[in-house]
């Protein structure tokens, strides 16, 4: 049974910094790409980082460029998403998926989701 577990989320002010994780299980980095997924009541859900081991690839929203960076730990099967300059339109849940192989930009294709973790951020 694949089982994705987010922490990290928070209450930051504008400016601030968070850093998400998520465990996995069931899976391995070798198969499965790890994408974080952002939603914003009453919006859809937006793909903000995702990073594949198989292709070497990453991937990060133009809102999110260069304030988020996507990182993982085979060994521990834990991916993070280190935020910093976090604006209050960053205010979301966040979502670990995972994705067999490749990285995608499309959150119906993504096989596993965690629970989600509220971040909240303050002006």
């Known amino acids: 049974e694949v089982q994705l577990v987010e922490s990290g989320g928070g209450l930051v002010q504008a400016g601030g910094s968070l850093t998400l994780s998520c465990a996995a299980s069931g899976l391995t980095f070798d198969d499965y790409a790890i994408g974080w997924v952002r939603q914003v009541p009453g919006e859809g859900r937006e793909v903000v980082s995702c990073t594949s081991k198989s292709d070497g690839t990453t991937y990060y929203a133009d809102s999110v460029k260069g304030r988020f960076a996507i990182s993982s730990d085979n060994a521990k099967i834990s991916a993070y998403l280190r935020m910093d300059s976090l604006k209050p339109e960053d205010t979301a849940v966040y979502y670990c998926?995972?994705?067999?192989?490749?990285?995608?930009?499309?959150?119906?294709?993504?096989?596993?989701w965690g629970q989600g973790t509220q971040v909240t951020v303050s002006s």
């Open positions: 998926a995972a994705h067999a192989v490749f990285c995608t930009k499309d959150t119906h294709e993504y096989d596993y």
